[in-house]
């Protein structure tokens, strides 16, 4: 069966900080890739999606990035943390864009301060 | 733009009541439609899903209704449990890579 792990889990940084949070799935091979991000009593916001290695699409422009190093790893990361960039940061794949449900991770809580 | 909305954001309900989440959706193109389930500090939860050639799907517990007349769906929750608390979601596709995802309705289930 499939899996999707996040870490960390929390992440208390300091504004200015470099940031990377990292994404791996198990169990597929060639997964679609998304980056959300969650507010407090929000919905979800794309922040980026990937179709394959190397392959990043960015739907929100702001001071994160992502990078697919490996097939099955997706990580998101800032030079410089804002205050803004505070949330609950999600991970998720899908076998096919579009066409079927994606699954998402455990999540990463991230605070700014 | 287009987007996907929830009627009520939240729900008060008696366990072992049934429970009805609404979702009003505005792209005609959609094709793919997903109710997620969100407990506190978790990541959304697959719950069920409905394209748009059906207008019911069943689950364990849940049925998910979809009226593309007037772009309406909606979660029913059976026997409500206190298990059952958290926010859902639901989630339209229309084909692309953008799953957009409604702010979400709380569930709360009274004993």
């Known amino acids: 069966s499939q899996t999707i792990h996040q870490w960390p889990a929390t992440l208390v940084q300091p504004v200015g900080s470099p940031l990377s949070l990292e994404c791996t799935v198990e169990?597929?091979?060639?997964?679609?890739l998304y980056w959300y991000r969650q507010a407090a009593g929000r919905g979800l916001q794309l922040l980026f999606y990937?179709?394959?290695?190397?392959?990043i699409s960015s739907e929100v422009p702001q001071n994160l990035s992502a990078s697919r190093p490996q097939d099955r790893q997706f990580i998101l990361s800032s030079k410089k943390l804002l205050l803004s960039d505070s949330g609950f940061y999600l991970c998720a794949w899908s076998v096919r864009p579009g066409v079927e449900t994606q699954y998402f991770g455990p999540g990463t809580r991230l605070l700014v301060l | 733009g287009e987007s996907v909305g929830l009627h009520l954001p939240t729900l008060s309900v008696q366990e072992g009541d049934n429970s009805i989440i609404n979702c009003a959706y505005s792209?005609?193109?959609?094709?793919?439609f997903i109710w997620y389930k969100q407990e506190s500090g978790k990541g959304p939860q697959f719950i069920i899903d409905?394209?748009?050639?059906?207008d019911k799907r069943q689950g364990q517990r849940v049925t998910v209704l979809l009226n593309k007349t007037v772009k309406h769906l909606s979660l029913q929750i059976a026997a409500t449990q206190p298990g059952d608390s958290a926010v859902y979601f639901c989630?339209?596709?229309?084909?692309?890579?953008?799953?957009?995802f409604g702010a979400g309705t709380r569930l709360t289930v009274k004993p």
């Open positions: 792209n005609s193109a959609s094709d793919y």
């Open positions: 169990g597929t091979s060639n997964p679609n």
């Open positions: 990937s179709v394959g290695i190397g392959q």
């Open positions: 409905i394209r748009s050639n059906m």
């Open positions: 989630a339209e596709s229309p084909l692309t890579h953008d799953m957009r």
